[in-house]
């Protein structure tokens, strides 16, 4: 008969050594799980703020160049006000358009055949535009801003279309998505959008 070996018992710094590698074990689980939580309410919390306050929108075509260029990617603060100069942003016919807001409701605009725009007799500073064009429209200048609305105009003038067709016409406040703050991509655009 063959003899049994004795059991061997661990000693107790071995003991010790498996309860570390244990605990440890739990703490690694423990903050992985509580950094799984933190990115999941991180990414829960802009997606809300960006639906809610700050929505992300992607600009489409060159009429607001050279300001916004096609494919810049922009962030707005969701308002429904606006005043003379702001780029907003706005829904139409189940497309999102940005334009520059030129007047408010009351304003009587004014455009010559050279495309100087006049808001109230007084000609308007633009010195984010490159080229002043009247461009196309069926719009009869000077025109009345209804009350309450925005009269826009793209940058690009001779592409834009904007406020000086009667399709688009002016822009109701119930219609914006907001003021369009700054461009977030690409890297090289980013800044303020004025």
């Given amino acids: 008969m063959k003899k049994k070996k004795p059991i061997e018992l661990p000693t107790i710094a071995e003991l010790e050594a498996e309860i570390q590698r ?11 799980r509580n950094a799984l939580y933190a990115l999941i309410t991180v990414a829960a919390a802009t997606a809300l703020i960006a639906v809610l306050f700050m929505p992300v929108l992607k600009a489409y075509g060159s009429s607001m160049s050279p300001t916004l260029t096609d494919g810049e990617i922009v962030t707005a603060i969701k308002t429904s006000k606006a005043k003379v100069g ?92 907001g003021r369009v703050l700054f461009c977030v991509w690409p890297l090289g655009s980013f800044g303020s959008v004025r």
């Fill in 22 to 32: 244990k605990k440890h074990k739990q703490n690694q689980h423990h903050l992985l």
């Fill in 86 to 177: 702001d780029v907003i942003a706005f829904h139409y016919n189940g497309k999102i358009f940005i334009k520059r807001v030129i007047a408010l409701g009351g304003s009587v605009v004014d455009m010559d055949e050279a495309g100087n725009v006049s808001v109230d007799g007084v000609p308007l500073e633009e010195p984010y535009l490159t080229e002043k064009v009247a461009g196309s429209g069926d719009v009869e200048f000077p025109f009345q801003v209804p009350d309450g609305q925005y009269f826009v105009l793209g940058d690009n003038r001779v592409i834009s279309a904007d406020s000086r067709n009667s399709i688009l016409g002016c822009v109701d406040p119930e219609d914006m998505l």
